[in-house]
């Protein structure tokens, strides 16, 4: 919490509970740090992860339910909930398919419409939350490498997942000085971003966050909320 | 809903899901009810009707989660939610024990400090609601027998349930003319209140309904909802 | 359950839970009908109809423990569980993919190795079934149409829930004497069987359910439990 | 698993699920160590430590699924399950209320008339499993204090729990040499026993085995599976 700007704070359906979410909004406010909902599938026991083919209505359902719960824990803590990404198979249904990721874009708008819609730089859940007129905070990644589509290279391909300090650390000096990344097929491909992202159970997420955040005020930068950016 | 003014909706932990409850508040909004929240306690099997020892901070967790739940759908549909009442088991605790009773309201507070707390004229739930500074609607029962300190006469007493039609009349003549009722025992007691309460869920509560507005309006009464009313 | 011979009890994921379950297999036990094992996915806001990603193992461990819990009701009742049957997306998943339908065979097999697993002819889950070693029961649809490679036809099609009861009574003439069906395009098709399937839930299920066991005893055919069969 | 001879397993209500009872089982079975259901109350949330207010009917339907599901996944696995035992607040039910400990074991003996419950030597449980006739395996603490009616001292009292190395060593050397125990009081109590009993999620818990085992053993007593005793 100490490292990182914005939180994605899961809701109740693939993991967190009321208390959880309680004490975790409190931590983020100790920290200054910006709260998301991570909306979830219905699935405790598969933590989310595995796709369900749930309708766009029953989709809109669950993230109205789900942000609602969480917009209350962060309001009863005199905080602003900032923004809005899917977790998990949520995620990937958002990256696959635009009709869903419209749909998501559409629930959090019910919600509230000052919404940030997170998502990485180039997916169609960034096009779909602008398309309803959401803003948007555009992720990019320091420790995976890049297809040329933007999408990240699947972790089962050798070089998908950047361990090696030295260059997570280049890669974060080329995405802050020129907004470009270097496919894992050699080429430079443009890429805006606003946020860099990290998952909490990444092995050595602590160290990780250590080393980008250090490096990426090395060079000068004043870390903020997607908020005060956008 | 075409019968009643306020309505009490689930919010998923005892009974309800994101679908019935999107379903629901639209068919209030269709009928021009006002909603209110019904948290229970996280016992779907019990219908969250058996009692839990939950420390004040659980309940409050509990209320704030499931009533943020709601407050999103509600406000999804253009409606604002007008009140707060605990379900079953929750519902008995408020009544029995003053510190759950503050808690439950001051749970509802921390969501939104202009919700009404409903519950039975008397009961240590609204004093606790007074004294956390919510707005109170007090529910009166034509169907159920006084006990003298204002508590329902439990169900396994003889008497206690009213199903006589005449009788039922006599008691809303009674309850609006005079804000008094006739205990059990036969004493006539005071009873101020602002809106009558019925179970969905009693056999006959279609007929029963229909007979305690109609008889209400015949009495040149005006049904509104409570918020209007306070 | 006074009309029919064999029941599909549902396990706790998708719908039923203990109490419903004890009282199931009473009500079962007291119309001498045979109780098997109706697991679903554990997805109880969709009532285990939606497809969800889950791998051979998951699948397995899920029907380990269903199957597990009902029969220990079945066996508490001092009857004998006689048969398994996937519900819901996991039926349909059984007859699309060879490789779960194994894994759902071989999950009942660990709990029982005398368990009959029911599904209908010609599919693959009788040819999982079998291939892993438990006998299986087949089953024939006197309310729907069939394609040539005996599926059954999509509901979306017309023609394919047959509603009238003539046409219901000589489909089953036809089951009985003949051993045959007739494909919605009009060819005559081989189709062994050992049991007639119902949904509880199709709508004029009760009356259904009479037409087809009386037409079948006024051929002169003892309806019996499956396992009294093979 | 290397150091204990009986493991509790949760089978899903308050903590577990199908995989995780897969995986906790072949584990005992790769380490000799016997098995038994640890069936809790459905308050995931509250990991089945509050009290609920369950009839015994819920009760025992209860403890037939959770115990029916772990009986499949160790008699899958080629096992038999040795034993039951209640969790958390269903665990300080069976010790409060004789008429639940009773409840408790007749739901084990509806299972499997061959279980044995584990319980504390001396409480109401012990005596509902010898009413409905189960076999009994009483368990000793040699890291709590007692009173002198053979309950422990609430943790909430300085002395309750024993943290000194020798003194637990001292403690097991009575336990075992004498079938006593020193009460809280000073007083010398008889305690016959069959178990050594250790919650794993104590701090210290591996050392605090290591150091019970180690220390039985060199008073010569080869530790054995409860079924193995009596």
């Given amino acids: 919490m100490k490292m990182i700007s914005s939180a994605n704070v899961a809701c109740g359906f693939h993991a967190g ?13 100790e920290n200054g740090v910006a709260v998301g909902a991570h909306p979830g599938l219905p699935d405790l026991m598969g933590f989310g992860r595995r ?4 309708s766009t209505d029953e989709l809109k359902d669950y993230f109205v339910y789900q942000i609602g719960a969480l917009k209350a824990f962060v309001e009863a803590a005199g905080m602003k909930m900032q923004h809005v990404k899917p977790h998990g198979a949520l995620f990937k249904m958002s990256l696959d398919d635009g009709r869903l990721a419209v749909a998501m874009a559409e629930a959090a708008k019910e919600v509230d419409p000052e919404f940030i819609v997170m998502a990485p730089t180039g997916t169609v ?4 939350a602008q398309e309803v007129g959401l803003r948007v905070g555009r992720e990019a990644y320091a420790d995976r490498a890049y297809n040329l589509d933007k999408s990240l290279v699947n972790r089962s391909i050798p070089g998908a997942v950047i361990k090696d300090t030295e260059s997570i650390k280049a890669r974060i000096d080329q995405l802050m000085q020129t907004s470009t990344v270097t496919t894992i097929d050699g080429q430079t491909m443009e890429l805006e971003f606003e946020s860099i992202c990290l998952h909490g159970d990444t092995p050595g997420a602590a160290e990780l966050i250590q080393t980008i955040r250090g490096h990426v005020e090395r060079l000068g930068v004043t870390v903020k909320n997607v908020a005060q950016i956008i």
């Fill in 51 to 54: 796709d369900m083919k749930v």
């Fill in 125 to 128: 859940l960034i096009e779909g």
């Fill in 17 to 29: 509970d009321p208390h959880v979410m309680r004490h975790t909004v409190a931590l983020a406010k």
